[in-house]
């Protein structure tokens, strides 16, 4: 790389976060507007004076909106517990067991992940209807969770492959068996990976729709996303009380990512490098 390019490089990269932030900071600016001065000519960049009657109205006021926070709330911790159980001992058995055919279940996740959401919504709506799913916090998490599991044994499984035998055979040595071994010796070790695929899973879940409007029609388990498109209809949109309602939601998403994006960062690229 030559000495020009390596100058250009900042700037190429302030550049882009540039384009990435500019809907980020219309949504908060708008949201802190008043209906009137919205689609001001020319548009205001720095709202003057900013007001919080969109948070009063749309978000603190609003009971549907709350409903839709603690039920995204329900759905992502649910995903994300219920993602770990199954993924940690899947992901250690492809790793570490003499179990046939992993390239097949491995092309098979990957092959899970590549199919839109939308194209799962309706068969599960069938199923689930059978069953008593439709309308539940237990159909959106296992459907959140079709997703969510193949991507967690992705990830995980690199991390596991990457523990040396050693290891594990001299904690068998000292009294631990198979299961033993994995709880007190790979999952420590796979820390990194675990808060990676704990934190994907959760955002994944929290900003989940198709599922959430397909399988929950009952408003009383819509989460916050699908409460959200409803602000949208026939008598107008109110687009500060809709990015107010957006900001909110997102919120989650970027404490999230401020406290863990060491790890979000370190497993995901650790994780592509160790298998």
């Known amino acids: ?21 500019i809907p980020v900071y219309w949504m908060l600016n708008t949201s802190f507007k008043g209906a009137e001065d919205i689609f001001a000519t020319p548009p205001d960049l720095i709202p003057l004076p ?43 058995a492809l790793a570490r067991l003499r ?32 069953v008593g799913l439709v309308n539940s916090y237990v159909g959106l998490i296992i459907a959140n969770c079709s997703l ?6 992705t990830i995980l499984r690199p991390y596991f492959l990457a523990i040396p035998e050693e290891i594990v055979e001299a ?25 990676t695929v704990g934190a994907v899973s959760f955002l994944q879940a929290w900003g989940e ?34 990015m107010a309602v957006s900001a909110i939601i997102a919120l989650p998403v970027i404490v999230l990512f401020i406290f863990l994006q060491r790890y979000i960062v370190a497993g995901l690229t650790e994780g592509a490098t160790k298998s």
């Open 1 to 21: 790389m030559t000495t020009v390019s390596r100058r250009l490089l900042p700037f190429a990269a302030v550049l882009i976060t540039a384009v990435y932030l």
């Open 148 to 153: 969510a599991v193949p991507l967690a044994i």
């Open 171 to 195: 904690a068998k040595i000292d009294g631990c068996n198979e299961l033993t071994a994995f709880w007190r010796v790979a999952v420590p070790v796979s820390t990194p990976g675990i808060i």
């Open 99 to 130: 179990v046939r055919f992993v390239s097949a279940f491995l092309m098979l996740f990957l092959a899970v992940q590549m199919v839109p959401s939308v194209n799962l919504a309706l068969p599960m709506f069938v199923l689930f209807s059978g």
């Open 50 to 92: 900013p007001t919080i009657g969109s948070y009063a109205s749309a978000v603190f006021s609003d009971g549907d909106i709350a409903r839709g926070l603690l039920n995204s709330g329900i759905i992502a911790v649910g995903t994300t517990v219920v993602t770990l159980l199954v993924a940690l001992p899947a992901a250690y």
């Open 209 to 242: 729709f198709v599922f959430g409007l397909a399988l929950a029609p009952d408003e009383r388990f819509q989460p916050v996303t699908v409460v959200l498109a409803g602000i949208t209809n026939a008598f107008g949109t109110k687009w500060n009380d809709l």
